[in-house]
T-cell receptor
Framework: AQKVTQAQTEISVVEKEDVTLDCVYE???????LFWYKQPPSGELVFLIR??????QNEISGRYSWNFQKSTSSFNFTITASQVVDSAVYYCALSTLGDSGYALNFGKGTSLLVTP | GAVVSQHPSRVICKSGTSVKIECRSL??????MFWYRQFPKQSLMLMATSNEGSKATYEQGVEKDKFLINHASLTLSTLTVTSAHPEDSSFYIC?????????????FGPGTRLLVL
């Protein structure tokens, strides 16, 4: 069975602080994909990153960085120097061939609030 | 990223009516699209997998006769909520599977907020 756990339900930080959103996943598949999406209040899901199970290289994109560690089944997301516009719900998701043909299995999401 | 459109963005209807939601991939062909549902303050839950030219695959607990899915072309999937009831009120969001260049990514439409009175 596939499972994604985002233990942090809500996080509140002050602007310019760094914040890390945790994601732990479970799967028996050797080939899988991990994603992070941002959902602002408007509701639309914004794609942030995709990682496949064979690529453990960490990635940095501007103020965003991701740490993928297969040894701990984690795919954590760090925002450096947070801004008010970063306020949103962030979802970590897992997809495998499985029963649903690469459909996304979402975590419960982490609501991030960045205050001025 | 790729563009996926979804219409309508918001629907208010009376109980018992049917509502049709369209999902289009605008700049790539998607043999597979997915339909998710999101209740307030909750995560997204997969309802069904829509495959072009074949029957949709529904998740356990999702009534296939109530949520009709048609994937008639490589760029269009539709979800029809038949005889909608207040408990069907939710945020419905589709995604299109992008396999171009060997990547495996899903891009989401902007979603449809359905309110059944």
């Amino acid at each position: 069975a596939q499972k994604v756990t985002q233990a942090q339900t809500e996080i509140s930080v002050v602007e310019k602080e760094d914040v890390t959103l945790d994601c732990v996943y479970e799967t028996r598949d050797t080939t899988y994909y991990l994603f992070w999406y941002k959902q602002p209040p408007s509701g639309e899901l914004v794609f942030l990153i995709r990682r496949n199970s064979f690529d453990e290289q960490n990635e940095i994109s501007g103020r965003y960085s991701w740490n993928f560690q297969k040894s701990t089944s984690s795919f954590n997301f760090t925002i450096t120097a947070s801004q008010v516009v970063d306020s949103a719900v962030y979802y970590c998701a897992l997809s495998t061939l499985g029963d649903s043909g690469y459909a996304l299995n979402f975590g419960k999401g982490t609501s991030l609030l960045v205050t001025p | 990223g790729a563009v996926v459109s979804q219409h309508p963005s918001r629907v208010i209807c009376k109980s018992g009516t049917s509502v049709k939601i369209e999902c289009r991939s605008l700049d790539f062909q998607a043999t597979t699209m997915f339909w998710y549902r999101q209740f307030p303050k909750q995560s997204l839950m997969l309802m069904a997998t829509s495959n072009e030219g074949s029957k949709a695959t529904y998740e356990q607990g999702v009534e296939k006769d109530k949520f009709l899915i048609n994937h008639a072309s490589l760029t269009l999937s539709t979800l029809t909520v038949t005889s909608a009831h207040p408990e069907d009120s939710s945020f419905y969001i589709c995604s299109a599977r992008d396999r171009r260049g060997g990547k495996e990514t899903q891009y989401f439409g902007p979603g449809t907020r359905l309110l059944v009175l």
